[in-house]
Nanobody
Framework: QVQLVESGGGLVQAGDSLRLSCAASGRTFSSYAMGWFRQTPGKEREFVAAISWGGGSTYYADSVKGRFTISRDNAKNTVYLQMNSLKPEDTAVYYC???????????????????WGKGTLVTVSS
């Protein structure tokens, strides 16, 4: 059974950093693009970042570009999201997801993704 488990969320102040992790189990996802999305109450889930299956290419939403970094360790079947210079508007539940096989670095939509974690809450206070 495929399972994605996010961790690393929490309550921080504006300007702080957090590192989210997403550990996958049940199968190996080294051949799949991976992505991070986020969602706040009453809003649609939005794209944050994606990384190609080989890890060599990344893509970011304009709102996080220059502050967030997505990476992956295929040996550990884990994807990360380093979040720096956090802002109150980054407050959301963050989800990792598995994208297309041999997928590249694109602005994926939720419908492009195949498996989802349950999310981890990030709260940034001003």
């Amino acid at each position: 059974q495929v399972q994605l488990v996010e961790s690393g969320g929490g309550l921080v102040q504006a300007g702080d950093s957090l590192r989210l992790s997403c550990a996958a189990s049940g199968r190996t996802f080294s051949s799949y693009a991976m992505g991070w999305f986020r969602q706040t109450p009453g809003k649609e889930r939005e794209f944050v970042a994606a990384i190609s299956w080989g890890g060599g290419s990344t893509y970011y939403a304009d709102s996080v570009k220059g502050r967030f970094t997505i990476s992956r360790d295929n040996a550990k079947n884990t994807v990360y999201l380093q979040m720096n210079s956090l802002k109150p508007e980054d407050t959301a539940v963050y989800y990792c997801a598995v994208g297309p096989k041999y997928g590249g670095h694109f602005h994926y939509t939720p419908s492009d993704m195949n498996y989802w974690g349950k999310g981890t809450l990030v709260t940034v206070s001003s």
